[in-house]
C-alpha cells in the first residue's frame, strides 16, 4: 500500500528557513498537500502541488517535488514562533475513487526565539 | 472559504456511554466525509469513508460496529462512538473533499473515555 515518511523533528531558530521532507512510495499520485496542525486543532491546508509539477510558491512557502525520487519538500522562508507545529505530507490519488488521503508521520517544527 | 464545523470539541464521558461527533459543511456540500482517528504525537489514521445517503466503507480493523457513521444528508456526517472504553480515548477528526479541490478537516474533538 502506500506508504509516506517524514523525519519526526526540526528545530529552527526566528528568522531562518525551515525545510520539511517527505517521501512518499506511490508512483500514480496526483495531488501532494502539505498541511499544518497546531496543538489540539485540526489540520490547515498550506499548500498543495499537482504530480506535474516541479515547484510551486506561496508568499513564504516553496513546495518542490522530485517525482523520479519521489521527494517533496515545504520550504518556509523566515520562519516566525507561530509556524511551530506539527507538519503532514500527505497525497492522493485518484485511482482510490474516493481520493483518499494518507498522511506523512508527521514533523514537527520548533522555532524558537 | 470551505469550512467543516465539528462539534463537540472535547467530551468526556464514562465507560459503557455512547458519544456523538457531528460534523457539518457550512459552506458546500459534503458528498464524502472521511473519519480520521489521531492519537498522541503519532499520526491521522484514516477510520471510514461516508457518501451521502449510502453506508460508510471503514478501513480494515475498524470495528463499524463500535463506530456508527451517519451521512443521511449532504451537509451532516455523524459518528457515534458506541460502548466506549478507556482504550477509545482519541483524538477524532472529520475531513470532506466536497469542496473545489483538496480537503477541509473539521478542528477535531478529543474525546476521554473515564
Known amino acids: 500500500g502506500e506508504d509516506v515518511e517524514q523525519s519526526l523533528f526540526l528545530s529552527v531558530r526566528e528568522g531562518d528557513s525551515s525545510v520539511i521532507n517527505c517521501t512518499y512510495t506511490d508512483s500514480s499520485s496526483t495531488y501532494l498537500y502539505w498541511y499544518k496542525q497546531e496543538p489540539g486543532a485540526g489540520l490547515q491546508l498550506l499548500t498543495y502541488?499537482?504530480?506535474?509539477?516541479d515547484m510551486k510558491q506561496d508568499q513564504r512557502l516553496t513546495v518542490l517535488l522530485n517525482k523520479k525520487d519521489k521527494h517533496l519538500s515545504l520550504r518556509i522562508a523566515d520562519t516566525q514562533t507561530g509556524d511551530s507545529a506539527i507538519y503532514f505530507c500527505?497525497?492522493?490519488?485518484?485511482?482510490?475513487?474516493?481520493?483518499?488521503?494518507?498522511f506523512g508521520t508527521g514533523t514537527r517544527l520548533l522555532v524558537s526565539p | 472559504g470551505a469550512v467543516v464545523s465539528q462539534h463537540p470539541s472535547w467530551v468526556i464521558c464514562k465507560s459503557g456511554t455512547s458519544v456523538k461527533i457531528e460534523c457539518r459543511s457550512l459552506?458546500?456540500?459534503?458528498?464524502?466525509m472521511f473519519w480520521y482517528r489521531q492519537f498522541p504525537k503519532q499520526s491521522l489514521m484514516l477510520m471510514a469513508t461516508s457518501n451521502e445517503g449510502s453506508k460508510a466503507t471503514y478501513e480494515q480493523g475498524v470495528e463499524k460496529d463500535k463506530f456508527l457513521i451517519n451521512h443521511a444528508s449532504l451537509t451532516l456526517s455523524t459518528l457515534t462512538v458506541t460502548s466506549a472504553h478507556p482504550e477509545d480515548s482519541s483524538f477524532y477528526i472529520c475531513?470532506?473533499?466536497?469542496?473545489?479541490?483538496?480537503?477541509?478537516f473539521g478542528s477535531g474533538t478529543r474525546l476521554t473515555v473515564v
Open positions: 459552506d458546500f456540500q459534503a458528498t464524502t
Open positions: 502541488i499537482f504530480s506535474n509539477m
Open positions: 500527505a497525497e492522493s490519488n485518484l485511482g482510490t475513487g474516493f481520493q483518499k488521503l494518507v
Open positions: 475531513s470532506s473533499n466536497g469542496a473545489h479541490y483538496g480537503y477541509t
